[in-house]
């Protein structure tokens, strides 16, 4: 073997070392949505393409109201068929009286959503444009505030209802480094690994904000404490090796192990009051799955923490839309975030 093939050789293996380490730092990155997300209280995930695969096929869509129907014709878009992935930045607001309420949003939307036609219903209902980073960001007012929207990428959509353009100027700035994989805020930097692998949907960070009220939020008409300043970690993930089973999980971090010890036994038993007030239900579709749900509940204390799981399988969640009739509200537009 002579010197140039020995140093051919070298080269492609180093090469196929250096596309090894890479296809290897990005399995285990966040996904590029949620790294593009400014930094935030609270983080929410969801890949739709493998929910969609979960859910039945024959499961009857929303029918929309007029204005998403002329959403949809004007733009080509339906968010039920085009969107493939959310990431959603939870922003607490100092003033939770303003038109923004106590949570602020910032949005990444992936999928065929993109083009021409929407960017000229946004033009058409923008009251002003800012040229950034070599983007046009166009302003919407929707309720009292206003939702400032981008097209980011080829497939992707930038939002934000925060009072000011800081956050949706951060996610164009994160856009042009996104092929770094462990880019992203401080949040996934400091939690994102505990998110169990093959997760379908997550959440990190302060994600109980949009329903803990006055310390709690309600589950089932029952109250269970939560400050809205509690770091969660949740997840949606394939209940391996149970074949068409999600397994969904929440992790509390609490101040301690003696908190942790009382949380689990608070959530152990509301898990035994809905077990006890759903009995009686008459029999249906959706009460049996609800029934069903809760009796694969299990609360465990782990150290400071609290982990809340249960299983949903495909027949659970086809009991749980059975009776349910196709909703009659759809989101407008980027616009109508809330």
Do not use: C
């Not at 080269?11 to 935030?40: M, W």
């Not at 968010?79 to 939870?90: F, G, P, S, V, Y």
């Not at 929207?149 to 992707?156: L, R, S, T």
């Not at 299983?311 to 009739?325: E, I, V």
């Amino acid at each position: 073997m002579n010197r140039r093939t020995r140093r051919t050789l070298w080269i492609v293996a180093a090469v196929l070392l250096f596309l090894a380490v890479a296809i290897f730092l990005r399995s285990k990155a966040p996904p590029e949505a949620a790294r593009l997300l400014p930094e935030s209280d609270g983080i929410v995930y969801v890949n739709l393409r493998p929910i969609r695969a979960f859910l039945r096929k024959d499961l009857e869509p929303p029918r929309p109201v007029p204005e998403y129907r002329q959403f949809m014709e004007a733009t080509g878009v339906d968010w039920e068929r085009d969107l493939d992935e959310a990431a959603i930045a939870l922003h607490r607001q100092a003033d939770p009286r303003g038109p923004n309420g106590p949570v602020a949003y910032s949005l990444v939307l992936v999928g065929k959503i993109t083009g021409p036609r929407l960017n000229s219903w946004l033009d058409a209902h923008a009251t002003s444009r800012e040229s950034y980073a070599g983007h046009t960001v166009f302003s919407i007012p929707s309720e009292g505030r206003t939702v400032r929207v981008a097209q980011i990428g080829y497939d992707m959509v930038a939002v934000s209802n925060t009072p000011t353009p800081e956050q949706i100027h951060s996610m164009l700035d994160r856009h042009s480094t996104a092929a770094w994989p462990f880019s992203g805020s401080t949040l996934l930097e400091h939690h994102y690994h505990e998110v169990p692998l093959l997760s379908l949907a997550w959440g990190v960070g302060q994600i109980g904000l949009p329903f803990s009220e006055s310390g709690a939020i309600s589950i089932l008409g029952f109250s269970l404490r939560l400050p809205d300043d509690t770091t969660l970690i949740a997840s949606v993930a394939p209940a391996l090796p149970i074949p068409g089973a999600l397994r969904m999980r929440v992790e509390e971090i609490t101040p301690s192990d003696e908190v942790a010890a009382g949380q689990a036994a608070e959530l152990s038993t509301l898990v035994l009051l809905a077990r006890g007030f759903t009995a009686p239900l008459p029999a249906n579709a959706a009460n049996n799955s609800l029934k069903e749900l809760l009796k694969t509940v299990e609360v465990t204390p782990k150290r400071n923490r609290v982990v809340a799981s249960a299983t949903l399988s495909r027949t659970l969640f086809n009991g749980f839309t059975a009776d349910q009739a196709p909703a009659a509200d759809t989101s407008a537009a980027p616009g109508a975030s809330k």
